[in-house]
C-alpha cells in the first residue's frame, strides 16, 4: 500500500504536468500548497516523534544537517523543488544533476518509512502530498520541451527513466530502511524534517514582487496547514495511547 501510493503520487504528478504544463501558475499553486501542509506535518508529526526521542538533545544537530543537505541537493536541482522551472533550459540544467539531487531527495524521505507502524501515517501523506506538485513540475519540464529536432524527443528514454527513478527512489529507501536498527529512527527523521523544513519555509516565505500581500498565497498556505491539521487530529483520535 506505501509503495503504491508513493509510485502512484509521482506518476499522476507527471501525467498532469505533461499535460497542464503550460499552466504555470497552477504548479505554483499546487507547490504553495503542499508547503503549508508539509512545514504542519514537519511541526506536528515529525519533530515531537524527533525531540521525544531518547537521544532528543542532540537530535537538532541532524534537522540542521538535513537543512544544509538540502542546500546541496538544491545545488543540483537549481531550485527545482520551489517551482524554478521556468528559467531552466537544456544548457543550464543537467538532466543527470537533476536526476541525482531528486533521487538522493526521495531515497532519504523513504527510509523512516521502513519503521512507521501505521500505513497512512501523516509522513507517508506529507511525502505524498509533496510528491505530486514536485511530479508535476517534473512531467512539465521533461515532456514539454520543444527545444528539440523534433516534438516526438520529448518523451524520450532518458525522461521515462528519469520519471521510473524518482517514482521508486522513495520505496528504495524504505527497503534500505528496513535494515537499520529502528532506534536509529529519530536520527532520519531529525534529517527528514530538517529538508521539509527548508523546502517548505522557502516556498512559503519567497518573496511576492514589490513585497505586496498574496491573499492567494496566504489562503493555500492556510488551506495546505488545515489539511494537514484535520488529518493530525484524525490520526490522534485513532491511535488513542500509541507510543513512539
Not at 110 to 130: D, K, Q, R, T, W
Not at 138 to 143: K, N, P, Q
Not at 163 to 186: E, H, I, K, R
Not at 217 to 239: C, E, N, Q
Request: charged content about 10%; some cysteine; hydrophobic content about 50%.
Amino acid at each position: 500500500m506505501t509503495v503504491l501510493l508513493l509510485i502512484l503520487s509521482v506518476i499522476a504528478g507527471v501525467f498532469l504536468g505533461k499535460h497542464f504544463g503550460k499552466k504555470e501558475k497552477l504548479a505554483k499553486n499546487l507547490l504553495i500548497l503542499s508547503a503549508g501542509f508539509l512545514i504542519t506535518i514537519c511541526l506536528n508529526e515529525v519533530f515531537p516523534q524527533v525531540y521525544t526521542a531518547e537521544a532528543g538533545s542532540s537530535l537538532g544537530i541532524f534537522v540542521i544537517g538535513g537543512v544544509l543537505l538540502q542546500m546541496i541537493l538544491e545545488a543540483l536541482t537549481k531550485g527545482f523543488e520551489h517551482g524554478h522551472f521556468h528559467h531552466h533550459n537544456d544548457h543550464n540544467i543537467l538532466p543527470v544533476a537533476l536526476m541525482v539531487g531528486l533521487f538522493v531527495h526521495a531515497f532519504i524521505e523513504g527510509i523512516p518509512l521502513a519503521n512507521e507502524e501505521h500505513e497512512l501515517s501523516p509522513y507517508l501523506l506529507g511525502i505524498v502530498f509533496h510528491n505530486l506538485p514536485i511530479s508535476f513540475i517534473l512531467g512539465a519540464f521533461l515532456f514539454n520541451r520543444k527545444e528539440g529536432k523534433e516534438n516526438k524527443s520529448t518523451t524520450s528514454y532518458p525522461s521515462l527513466l528519469i520519471v521510473a527513478l524518482f517514482a521508486l527512489a522513495s520505496p528504495m529507501g524504505m527497503l534500505l530502511g528496513n535494515y537499520f536498527n529502528p532506534d536509529l529512527q529519530p536520527y532520519f527523521l531529525a534529517i527528514v524534517g530538517g529538508i521539509f523544513l527548508h523546502i517548505s519555509s522557502v516556498i512559503i516565505f519567497e518573496s511576492n514582487k514589490n513585497h505586496n500581500i498574496d491573499w492567494v498565497k496566504i489562503g493555500l498556505v492556510i488551506l495546505g496547514v488545515s489539511l494537514a491539521l484535520v488529518m493530525h487530529l484524525f490520526h490522534d483520535h485513532s491511535h488513542v495511547g500509541h507510543h513512539h
